[in-house]
């Protein structure tokens, strides 16, 4: 029954790749009914949820990814994506736990000071603008650098950033990671 459930995870993540989301989705299913163990489907759907910003799902299926597969640090990286986006604290920081991500005491966000940290921005007239930020958690960077005006984003927004960078930049002669920005995840005040 594992060669099945690999043979349709296979094929889901060759849908994937030809552009049909739907078809993956169904292949990705049928590989975890037939093997509700099998970590690597379980999470390839929750990155597929992840992307279609379907929260509840990804946070579904990356927990039962972790279920199967404790060391899967992908899926409990995404866990902790879904988990902040949904503003599931307890299932946040277990996540950011799991990569021994050092996090102040309580039960609620886990806001902190991680540093500054560039994010590049999606739907603006200039695609790929790099904002900086303060990282407040491993998921939330607080804009602290004005987008463009025709940007959706706003100085003192909340955005949520994904796990995976893409490219970076030299500071100071330093190599910075630059992440995308997912979604915006609280809007700022009016500013006066």
């Not at 929750?46 to 972790?66: P, Y």
């Not at 902040?84 to 604290?89: D, G, I, N, S």
Request: proline share 10%; with cysteine.
């Amino acid at each position: 029954m594992q060669f099945l459930a690999h043979s349709f995870n296979e094929q889901g993540n060759a849908a994937f790749l030809a552009g049909d989301p739907a078809q993956a989705e169904r292949l990705w299913r049928q590989a975890v009914t037939i093997d509700p163990s099998f970590s690597g489907a379980w999470f390839n759907l929750g990155l597929l949820h992840k992307q279609s910003r379907r929260w509840t799902d990804c946070l579904l299926c990356n927990r039962e990814a972790v279920r199967a597969d404790p060391k899967n640090r992908g899926a409990w990286w995404n866990l902790g994506i879904a988990a902040t986006a949904l503003r599931r604290w307890p299932d946040a920081r277990r996540a950011w736990a799991a990569h021994q991500i050092p996090l102040p005491k309580g039960s609620g966000a886990p806001d902190s000071d991680f540093g500054s940290a560039p994010v590049r921005l999606p739907a603006t007239s200039k695609p790929g603008t790099i904002v900086w930020g303060r990282q407040l958690d491993p998921a939330r960077v607080r804009l602290e650098e004005a987008p463009p005006e025709d940007s959706p984003f706003h100085l003192g927004d909340i955005v949520l950033r994904d796990g995976a960078p893409e490219g970076q930049i030299t500071v100071e002669g330093q190599s910075v990671p630059i992440f995308p920005v997912i979604e915006l995840w609280q809007a700022s005040g009016p500013i006066p």
